[in-house]
């Protein structure tokens, strides 16, 4: 297929600087693709680097094109690619990391702690952070770092695999039984996504912590609901389990207090996993962690849950609609930017459209 020269994309000049404006198009190396973008949710990393909050990390440089959170169709397939399979008119769902393949982790399958991270030279990449992302026409990316989806899923449903995908990689490092209580502190995108997990893989009460309209949105979705303004969250958990606490808690929210929260509500012998990351180092009641043996786990994005996350989207074990709030063009960014920091119209998933509006 032939390429325009030219596409539009979100630049990201500096801090807080940022304008949508005509760039070349990429060309793909060896093993990678081409595609066009149909998909890009504004995912709650990208206000914090937008913000700055990572200086010289996300992003190594500017100017940059961020955005991860996307779904597009294969336009074109360098050598390698095609020879793997890649063809024209593929319909993908794309992830943010793409580990180098070499390293010690990459060989076990955490490409996610890949040792070359960073050093694009050895064949690491992450879309969106210090490589180039998806808020653009085209994206051009690893097939490492894509998955193949059928025809009956839509590319907004697909866009959503790369976060749908971290909230079941995070319920389960909880190790849940089903049945098991599941406690989630924090009910923003990823917190109601665990929900829809949970209750994919047959978990018992969910519990959800948080405010609002988005605790509101979890008790729709079937959560017993804690409004942490209103009620001490350990207490009201132990008042739900007898005083047993939570066998499986998924610490969403990523403050000092929530951390907290998730270590002295988690059950003796429970699993604290957590994808919320704290501005400060929170004090831990390390002493309650070692008699009662809490673990507590960290987890980043999403290694080898992608297929699985597609598969319960396709058997229908999972309903995104719900959450799916917002579109706009991409031209319209700063105004996606403002309802989804602010989250104005019970804003959840916003997403932008690079080639227009479908």
């Not at 996300?58 to 940059?64: C, I, K, Q, T, V």
């Amino acid at each position: 297929m032939s390429l325009p020269q030219q596409m539009d994309a979100l630049v990201l000049k500096g801090v807080r600087d940022f304008e949508v404006k005509t760039v070349p198009v990429p060309s793909p190396d060896d093993d990678e693709v081409i595609c066009k973008v149909d998909t890009t949710y504004i995912c709650g990393t990208d206000p914090h680097i937008i913000a700055g909050d990572f200086p010289d990390f996300w992003p190594e440089e500017f100017p940059f094109i961020p955005g991860h959170e996307w779904s597009g169709t294969v336009v074109q397939a360098g050598p390698k690619a095609a020879s793997l399979g890649w063809s024209e008119d593929d319909r993908v769902a794309g992830i943010s990391h793409c580990g180098c393949g070499y390293c010690e982790m990459c060989m076990k399958g955490r490409y996610n702690i890949c040792l070359n991270y960073g050093h694009e030279e050895r064949g690491h990449r992450q879309y969106g952070h210090y490589t180039p992302g998806a808020y653009a026409q085209y994206m051009r990316t690893s097939v490492k770092s894509i998955f193949k989806i059928p025809d009956s899923m839509t590319l907004e449903q697909a866009a959503c695999v790369d976060p749908l995908s971290i909230a079941l990689y995070t319920v389960k490092r909880s190790r849940p039984e089903p049945g098991d209580d599941l406690l989630i502190i924090g009910t923003g995108p990823q917190g109601l996504m665990a929900i829809l997990c949970a209750k994919a893989l047959g978990l018992g009460r969910i519990i959800a912590a948080g405010s609002g309209e988005r605790l509101e949105k979890a008790k729709e979705l079937g959560a017993i609901t804690i409004d942490y303004k209103e009620n001490d969250v350990v207490e009201a958990v132990n008042e739900l389990t007898g005083g047993m606490g939570a066998p499986s808690v998924l610490e969403c929210a990523g403050t000092s207090t929530s951390i907290r929260q998730a270590c002295q509500a988690a059950a003796k012998g429970g699993v604290i996993s957590a994808i919320g990351i704290p501005h400060s180092e929170p004090e831990l009641p390390i002493k309650r962690m070692v008699l009662d043996e809490v673990e507590f786990v960290g987890n980043r994005a999403n290694p080898n849950t992608a297929e699985e996350t597609i598969n319960l989207l396709l058997n229908e074990r999972i309903d995104l609609t719900p959450l799916l709030t917002h579109r706009f063009p991409l031209k319209d960014y700063a105004t996606a930017l403002e309802i989804y920091e602010g989250r104005k119209g019970g804003a959840i998933k916003v997403a932008t459209k690079p080639n227009g509006m479908n």
